[in-house]
């Protein structure tokens, strides 16, 4: 059931919060063994929250727009009183004392928080395989990579363990396991959504974003957790927004960009393929295909990755052993030596990796070449896409250049992992919206669309999404457990 379905019976009275927690535990006792998408399985609060809701219905309360809807949080959301371990070993026993605000929001909507899902560790990578706790499977098919970081979150919708999931996206860690598991998910504007309890690891590039199996659901996910709020600095002082009422308009006259390298060397021609026919599907209900190009896009990889591992080296240096995390208990003689026995411990190697080249970016003699080079270029990327956006309203690409691909297949060659986010990473240089919506499937994996918009358009992905997903003739589709 989608989560308007839920919610509706639970309010009405014909299906209890507790049957709907009830059956979502069973599904998971069926199939976790296999997906591995959760950290930890919140059980006991999940059912105690569905007893709390049935007895507010019973008492007349009036209850929120998620009643009884079990949602699943990526691990490195805090959830005051349970484990937060952000996929790592250095935060494996943290139990934060409160509640990011994403969470706090789903909570008075009435949402169940039914577990913390797998993720890289830091949300560092693209596959889910640097989780502490080892891999998530993707559930179209066992061998494959979910996508990452946030695997755990877009497995877990996809394989029916939750009906909607909340990921991050700092390079396109939701688009990616969204388009690999054949899954809708958003990458909100920059500052849209709170960051305020979700642990750093790029702050000017991430977002939480929202996942579930259709466009309706994400798109109100999304209206329940956007707007201002006082506790995150970045965030932006805008009233919260509602998008489901738009939702059915009609996409008539709406430019959809199409710039030709995203479907060129390097993408996969049966990716390229499945993508170009959605867009023709789009093209038939009204909306126009427009040629544009796009300046500086080659090198949005690098300053991406140059960004991105700058302010991990710099986020990361919190985790010292004393304040909360990991402790190394050998005796040593120095507080140096115990800062980088318990560092070494506690972190994996992808992210040592990352902590020791961000920290070169950002040294005294390199940070002219590489940091503040790479914070132009993020300019000169952000303008290319303003001037694209004068001749088209969205503009798309395929989410990912290739096809899911097997677990432990890439995971010793960072760099041809970094590849696979070329499509993605350009929405987080330039804080802009994007959307990955499934659109169809080659040799049974799924491919995804990416739609990327200007600042707070959410609205126009959203109506586009749901145009493609009710012509094409695409169900919805559940993979064969
Ligand atoms: N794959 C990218 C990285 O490793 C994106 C990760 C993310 O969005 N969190 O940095």
């Known amino acids: 059931m989608s989560s308007r379905e839920i919610t509706k019976l639970v309010k009405q009275g014909q299906l209890s919060a507790v049957e709907v927690i009830s059956s979502v535990l069973e599904r998971i006792t069926q199939v976790e063994g296999r997906i591995h998408a959760f950290i930890s399985i919140m059980k006991g609060e999940a059912l105690k929250r569905a007893q709390e809701i049935d007895k507010k219905l019973k008492e007349n309360k009036q209850l929120g727009r998620l009643a009884g809807v079990p949602i699943a949080i990526k691990d490195n959301m805090c959830t005051a009183g349970s484990r937060t371990t952000c996929g790592s070993h250095i935060l494996e026993n943290y139990i934060p004392p409160y509640n990011a605000t994403v969470v706090d929001r789903l909570l008075m909507e009435d949402a169940i928080i039914i577990g913390k899902t797998n993720m890289d560790e830091f949300a560092m990578g693209t596959t889910t395989e640097n989780s502490y706790f080892g ?14 970081s946030s695997g755990g979150s877009t497995a877990a919708v996809s394989a029916g363990e ?7 996206d700092t390079g396109g860690s939701v688009r990616c396991p969204a388009s690999y598991c054949s899954v809708v998910g958003l990458k909100p504007t920059y500052g ?19 996942i579930a199996k259709d466009v309706y ?3 109100l996910l999304f209206s329940v957790i956007n707007g201002y709020d006082p506790k995150d600095s970045t965030s932006v002082r805008k009233d919260k927004t509602e998008y489901i ?19 060129g060397k390097g993408v996969d021609v049966d990716v390229s393929d499945v993508v170009q026919k959605s867009l023709k599907r789009l093209e038939s209900l009204g909306a126009s295909l427009v040629d544009i190009s796009l300046l500086n896009l080659s090198y949005s990889l690098p300053t991406y990755y140059i960004i991105a591992m700058s302010e991990a080296s710099s986020n990361l240096a919190r985790y010292d052993g004393v304040r909360y995390g990991l402790c190394s208990d050998d005796e040593v003689e120095n507080w140096k030596v115990f800062y980088s026995d318990t ?22 003699g390199y940070f002219n070449e590489y940091y503040l080079k790479a914070l132009q270029l993020r300019t000169l990327i952000k303008r290319g896409f303003e001037k694209a956006f004068e001749s088209c309203d969205v503009i798309a690409s395929p989410t990912m250049p290739v096809l899911p691909f097997d677990i432990g297949e890439k995971i010793d060659d960072p760099l041809s992992l970094y590849l696979c986010d070329i499509h993605t990473v350009p929405a987080n ?10 659109c169809g499937f080659s040799d049974g994996l799924p491919v995804g669309l990416q739609l990327t918009a200007p600042l707070f358009r959410e609205d126009v992905l959203f109506k586009l999404g749901q145009a493609l997903e009710k012509s094409s003739g695409i169900p919805i589709l559940s993979p064969n457990l």
């Open 135 to 148: 891999p998530t499977r993707n559930p179209w098919d066992l061998k494959k990579v979910p996508g990452g």
């Open 162 to 168: 939750a009906v909607l999931s909340l990921g991050s």
């Open 192 to 210: 849209f959504v709170s960051r305020y309890g979700l642990i750093a690891y790029a702050d000017s590039l991430e977002q939480i974003g929202p």
């Open 217 to 219: 659901d994400c798109a």
């Open 245 to 263: 009422s738009g939702l059915e308009e009609s996409v008539e006259g709406i430019r959809i960009g199409v710039f030709s390298e995203f479907f």
């Open 343 to 364: 560092r070494q411990k506690g972190f994996g190697a992808e992210v040592r990796r990352r902590i020791i080249l961000g920290t070169y970016a950002l040294s005294a």
């Open 429 to 438: 240089l330039t804080g802009m919206p994007a959307l990955s919506i499934p």
